[in-house]
Protein backbone atom coordinates (compact mmCIF):
# COMPACT_ATOMS: atom_id res chain seq x y z
CA UNK A 1 0.00 0.00 0.00
CA UNK A 2 0.89 3.75 -1.06
CA UNK A 3 1.42 6.08 2.16
CA UNK A 4 1.53 9.74 1.58
CA UNK A 5 3.55 12.22 3.83
CA UNK A 6 1.45 14.47 6.40
CA UNK A 7 2.49 17.76 4.13
CA UNK A 8 1.08 15.98 1.10
CA UNK A 9 -1.88 14.88 2.63
CA UNK A 10 -2.48 18.33 3.94
CA UNK A 11 -1.87 19.76 0.53
CA UNK A 12 -4.52 16.77 -1.38
CA UNK A 13 -6.81 17.35 1.22
CA UNK A 14 -6.77 21.48 0.90
CA UNK A 15 -7.12 20.41 -2.73
CA UNK A 16 -10.12 19.01 -2.31
CA UNK A 17 -11.86 21.45 -0.15
CA UNK A 18 -11.13 24.35 -2.66
CA UNK A 19 -12.53 22.05 -6.02
CA UNK A 20 -15.29 20.90 -3.50
CA UNK A 21 -15.77 24.84 -2.20
CA UNK A 22 -15.49 25.61 -6.41
CA UNK A 23 -18.25 23.17 -7.42
CA UNK A 24 -21.01 23.98 -5.06
CA UNK A 25 -20.13 27.75 -5.66
CA UNK A 26 -20.77 26.85 -9.46
CA UNK A 27 -23.80 24.64 -8.79
CA UNK A 28 -25.45 27.83 -6.48
CA UNK A 29 -25.09 29.60 -9.50
CA UNK A 30 -26.15 28.11 -11.91
CA UNK A 31 -29.33 27.11 -9.30
CA UNK A 32 -30.21 30.66 -9.06
CA UNK A 33 -30.17 31.25 -12.37
CA UNK A 34 -32.58 29.06 -12.74
CA UNK A 35 -35.08 29.73 -10.31
CA UNK A 36 -34.38 33.95 -11.17
CA UNK A 37 -37.90 35.23 -11.07
CA UNK A 38 -37.51 37.13 -14.43
CA UNK A 39 -34.58 37.59 -17.04
CA UNK A 40 -34.54 40.93 -19.60
CA UNK A 41 -35.00 39.35 -22.84
CA UNK A 42 -37.49 36.21 -22.28
CA UNK A 43 -41.30 35.61 -21.93
CA UNK A 44 -43.22 34.62 -19.10
CA UNK A 45 -46.78 33.31 -18.26
CA UNK A 46 -47.72 34.71 -14.90
CA UNK A 47 -50.90 35.67 -13.10
CA UNK A 48 -51.48 38.73 -12.06
CA UNK A 49 -52.11 39.68 -8.21
CA UNK A 50 -52.13 43.27 -7.78
CA UNK A 51 -52.60 46.66 -10.12
CA UNK A 52 -50.51 49.41 -7.54
CA UNK A 53 -51.25 51.96 -10.49
CA UNK A 54 -52.17 52.39 -13.89
CA UNK A 55 -48.54 51.50 -15.16
CA UNK A 56 -47.29 48.91 -12.22
CA UNK A 57 -48.57 45.83 -11.30
CA UNK A 58 -47.01 42.68 -8.97
CA UNK A 59 -47.59 39.21 -10.96
CA UNK A 60 -46.06 35.43 -10.03
CA UNK A 61 -44.48 32.99 -12.48
CA UNK A 62 -45.92 29.36 -12.48
CA UNK A 63 -42.51 28.16 -11.63
CA UNK A 64 -41.27 25.96 -8.93
CA UNK A 65 -40.89 29.43 -6.49
CA UNK A 66 -43.94 31.02 -7.63
CA UNK A 67 -41.68 33.44 -8.16
CA UNK A 68 -43.69 36.93 -7.60
CA UNK A 69 -42.70 40.25 -9.05
CA UNK A 70 -43.51 44.06 -9.62
CA UNK A 71 -43.96 44.77 -13.32
CA UNK A 72 -43.44 48.55 -14.85
CA UNK A 73 -45.27 48.50 -18.39
CA UNK A 74 -42.61 49.68 -20.68
CA UNK A 75 -43.04 52.41 -23.07
CA UNK A 76 -46.02 54.21 -21.52
CA UNK A 77 -46.18 56.75 -18.50
CA UNK A 78 -49.31 56.16 -16.69
CA UNK A 79 -50.96 58.99 -14.13
CA UNK A 80 -50.47 58.65 -10.68
CA UNK A 81 -52.66 56.95 -8.13
CA UNK A 82 -52.85 60.77 -6.29
CA UNK A 83 -52.86 62.45 -9.53
CA UNK A 84 -55.85 63.60 -11.64
CA UNK A 85 -57.33 60.66 -13.39
CA UNK A 86 -54.94 58.25 -11.86
CA UNK A 87 -57.66 56.05 -9.98
CA UNK A 88 -59.39 55.62 -13.28
CA UNK A 89 -56.23 54.30 -15.27
CA UNK A 90 -55.89 52.12 -12.16
CA UNK A 91 -59.25 50.66 -12.79
CA UNK A 92 -58.71 50.31 -16.15
CA UNK A 93 -55.98 48.20 -15.91
CA UNK A 94 -57.47 46.54 -12.92
CA UNK A 95 -60.53 45.34 -15.70
CA UNK A 96 -58.12 43.80 -18.45
CA UNK A 97 -55.60 42.02 -16.46
CA UNK A 98 -56.01 41.66 -12.80
CA UNK A 99 -56.37 37.86 -11.58
CA UNK A 100 -56.36 36.74 -15.25
CA UNK A 101 -53.16 35.03 -17.12
CA UNK A 102 -50.97 37.24 -18.97
CA UNK A 103 -47.72 36.48 -21.20
CA UNK A 104 -45.09 39.11 -20.29
CA UNK A 105 -42.18 39.67 -22.10
CA UNK A 106 -39.64 41.69 -20.37
CA UNK A 107 -37.44 44.20 -21.76
CA UNK A 108 -35.52 45.89 -19.01
CA UNK A 109 -35.07 45.87 -14.80
CA UNK A 110 -35.48 49.26 -13.91
CA UNK A 111 -33.34 51.27 -11.04
CA UNK A 112 -35.68 50.50 -8.81
CA UNK A 113 -35.26 46.77 -9.68
CA UNK A 114 -38.37 46.28 -10.59
CA UNK A 115 -39.05 44.20 -14.33
CA UNK A 116 -39.93 46.78 -17.43
CA UNK A 117 -42.32 44.70 -20.00
CA UNK A 118 -44.53 44.54 -22.48
CA UNK A 119 -47.84 42.66 -20.94
CA UNK A 120 -50.11 40.94 -23.58
CA UNK A 121 -53.57 39.23 -22.71
CA UNK A 122 -55.39 37.05 -25.22
CA UNK A 123 -52.01 38.40 -28.09
CA UNK A 124 -53.57 42.16 -27.34
CA UNK A 125 -50.72 44.72 -26.14
CA UNK A 126 -52.22 45.95 -22.93
CA UNK A 127 -49.24 48.33 -23.28
CA UNK A 128 -50.65 49.50 -26.31
CA UNK A 129 -54.33 49.46 -25.43
CA UNK A 130 -53.98 51.48 -22.47
CA UNK A 131 -52.42 54.40 -24.84
CA UNK A 132 -55.24 53.86 -26.87
CA UNK A 133 -57.65 54.26 -24.19
CA UNK A 134 -56.02 57.49 -22.87
CA UNK A 135 -54.90 55.93 -19.67
CA UNK A 136 -51.21 56.41 -20.07
CA UNK A 137 -48.91 58.84 -22.03
CA UNK A 138 -46.66 57.29 -24.38
CA UNK A 139 -42.87 57.44 -22.40
CA UNK A 140 -40.81 58.91 -25.76
CA UNK A 141 -37.25 58.50 -23.97
CA UNK A 142 -37.26 54.62 -23.79
CA UNK A 143 -38.48 53.55 -27.35
CA UNK A 144 -35.18 53.02 -29.23
CA UNK A 145 -37.15 51.76 -32.50
CA UNK A 146 -38.37 54.94 -34.84
CA UNK A 147 -40.64 52.65 -35.98
CA UNK A 148 -42.60 51.59 -32.67
CA UNK A 149 -42.10 55.10 -31.68
CA UNK A 150 -44.46 56.32 -34.10
CA UNK A 151 -46.80 53.73 -34.00
CA UNK A 152 -47.43 54.72 -30.27
CA UNK A 153 -47.20 58.41 -30.52
CA UNK A 154 -50.15 57.66 -33.64
CA UNK A 155 -52.02 55.67 -30.62
CA UNK A 156 -51.89 58.50 -28.49
CA UNK A 157 -52.82 61.62 -30.85
CA UNK A 158 -55.50 59.47 -32.02
CA UNK A 159 -56.83 59.32 -28.19
CA UNK A 160 -56.20 62.61 -27.60
CA UNK A 161 -58.49 63.86 -30.66
CA UNK A 162 -61.19 61.47 -29.53
CA UNK A 163 -60.99 62.89 -26.07
CA UNK A 164 -60.43 59.71 -24.53
CA UNK A 165 -59.62 59.00 -20.48
CA UNK A 166 -57.31 61.71 -19.38
CA UNK A 167 -57.17 63.98 -22.81
CA UNK A 168 -60.85 64.59 -21.57
CA UNK A 169 -59.09 66.97 -19.28
CA UNK A 170 -57.78 70.05 -21.06
CA UNK A 171 -54.68 70.41 -19.76
CA UNK A 172 -53.69 66.93 -18.32
CA UNK A 173 -50.01 67.11 -16.51
CA UNK A 174 -47.51 64.60 -17.39
CA UNK A 175 -46.50 62.12 -14.55
CA UNK A 176 -42.90 62.94 -14.62
CA UNK A 177 -43.81 66.79 -14.18
CA UNK A 178 -46.67 65.73 -11.43
CA UNK A 179 -43.38 63.84 -9.11
CA UNK A 180 -40.95 66.40 -10.17
CA UNK A 181 -44.20 69.12 -8.55
CA UNK A 182 -44.59 67.23 -5.71
CA UNK A 183 -41.04 66.29 -4.40
Not at 16 to 27: E, M, N, P, Q, R
Not at 65 to 85: C, G, H, I, M, W
Not at 119 to 129: A, D, M, Q
Request: aromatic share 14%; with cysteine.
Amino acid sequence: MFHLSTTWQIVLGLFALCTSYYLLHKITIYIKNIFRPFKKGKKYWCRVNAVSDGDTLTCYRFNIRRSETKLRFAYVDAPESSQSYGKESQRLVQSMVKGKMVRVKITDIDRYGRCVGVVYRYRKNINEEIVKRGAAWVYEEYIKDKTHLHYMMSLQEKAKKQKKGLWKSSRPVRPSVYRKQNK
